[in-house]
């Protein structure tokens, strides 16, 4: 089992920042997938970015390459989504995922997930 517990998440203005954090526990995180997910209301929920077990590759939506940044810190057991230049449309629960089998851009795709952090982006 793997447990995943997002924060970071809050309110800021269009064009601003803000890092999410991922703590993972409960199995070896240097083994695992990991991915940030993202569910706005009434939507369905969609990748955002993902990175291999070994940091050699990294995987973004379209909609927020050149924006966002995944990365992972194993000795912290943490995976980590840098946010700038945010969008209203950027507004969602954002969602932490873990797996051992790869990187997958569909929510089915991944075993473990967290219970989310909310990022709000004002205009």
Known sequence: QVQLIESGGGLVQAGGSLRLSCAASGRTFSRLYMAWFRQAPGKEREF?????WNRAITY???SV?????ISRDSSENTVYLQMN???PEDTAA???AADVRGVETGADGWD????????TISS
């Open 94 to 96: 954002y969602y932490c």
């Open 65 to 69: 390459k050149g924006r966002f940044t």
């Open 60 to 62: 973004y939506a379209d």
């Open 48 to 52: 955002v970015a993902g990175i291999s």
């Open 85 to 87: 230049s945010l969008k």
């Open 112 to 119: 473990y997930w967290g219970k989310g952090t909310l990022v």
